[in-house]
């Protein structure tokens, strides 16, 4: 299924129905009084999580969603039906912007999370609400009031744990697909990935985590070079970044720490906040290398990086040190909820 993560759509709630001036007429009960009832209220428009959706994509082709407004009132104390309410199933992760205000309405960031979007008019009133005793015979009525109507946009942000960060072909796709059961493409050649997957790291049988993968950034990628800055809001959720490193590229000429600092600095023109989360470092391919000239490399990169943060030696492809970074990771992410109960 195509991956689709935005979405415009209108929603339009319903009209209350109107009141109605009526009068009670039978046979034997000369005037029997008022007797019109109420309208029936509007239907509205409400937003639900739901788990088992993973993409805005049904919201490209159904843009418009309109409720029914309710029934008019009718005579011998007869009421109007209300309108059925409309309930839009959308992925856990979405947040809905109305375009007009640029005011967020909700983030379903629960399963069964329910948030209205458009509430339904109120039916009007029927003539039998203005009887008293100096006006036995009302002809008022109150009309339904209007139902409201919104332009609205859709985003998805994805619920992950972890994301992954890194160059395209760093070997992001292989690593979650060696810790995890998700199965993204894999290929030698730069930008395969061209949507985000998510990966259920199980540690042991009660620990787990979800892992993101985004398409790789490229240097320019806060101006809209690339794949990549199309999806980094779906990391903004995270708890823990992995720069992933490729540390055999396919241009032996290629300058690995320009390149990491580079994604750095395309990180924090994208977003401040983003950019402030914890963020390991994540040295990848390095299977092609005997033992001595890897711990060698890895050292002589980190230090003209002048990385000060945790760093880790896999390779994803043969699975070394790949079981030591998933174990570091489920620990840092218990401690951060130890530290916020």
């Known amino acids: 299924m195509k991956f689709i993560d935005e979405a415009t759509i209108q929603v339009f709630s319903g009209k209350g129905g109107s009141g109605v001036a ?26 639900l999580a739901d788990r088992n959706i993973n993409t805005l994509i049904d919201y490209r082709f159904a843009r418009m969603h309109r409720a029914k407004k309710g029934q008019n009132g009718r005579g011998s104390d007869c009421y109007g039906k209300g ?21 967020v309405i909700a983030d379903l960031a629960q399963h069964q999370q329910k948030i209205l979007l458009a509430q339904g008019g109120a039916g009007g009133l029927g003539n039998i609400h203005f009887k008293s005793s100096t006006n036995r015979a009302p002809r008022q009525f109150t009309d339904g009031e209007p139902g409201q109507e919104f332009d609205l946009k859709l985003e998805l942000k994805v619920l992950a744990d972890v994301g992954l960060l890194g160059m395209p072909n760093a070997g992001k796709s292989t690593l979650i697909r060696a810790v995890s059961a998700a199965r993204p493409k894999v290929a030698d050649y730069p930008f395969t990935t061209l949507h985000p997957n998510l990966g259920m790291v199980r540690v042991d049988h009660s620990r787990s985590f979800v892992m993101a993968d985004i398409p790789g950034l490229i240097e320019g990628a806060s101006e809209g070079i690339g794949l990549g800055h199309q999806f980094l809001k779906h990391l903004t959720r995270t708890r823990l970044l992995l720069h992933v490193i490729d540390m055999m590229p396919l241009d032996e000429n290629v300058d690995l720490v320009y390149e990491a600092q580079a994604l750095v600095k395309e990180l924090s023109k994208y977003d401040a906040e983003l950019y402030q989360k914890p963020r390991w470092l994540v040295l990848n391919k390095t299977d092609m290398q005997s033992a001595e000239d890897r711990e060698k490399e890895c050292n002589d990169f980190i230090e003209r990086l002048g990385w000060q943060g945790r760093s880790f030696i896999i390779s994803a492809l043969t699975g070394e040190g790949c079981k030591l970074l998933t174990y570091a990771i489920m620990q840092h992410l218990e401690q951060q909820s130890d530290e916020v109960v």
């Open 83 to 103: 309108a059925e309410d409309i309930v839009l199933g959308m992925p856990v992760g979405t947040v809905i912007t109305d375009i007009t205000s640029g005011n």
């Open 22 to 47: 009526s009068f009670r007429r039978e046979k034997y009960i000369p005037k029997g009084g008022p007797d019109g009832g109420d309208g029936g209220r509007g239907g509205s428009v409400y937003a």
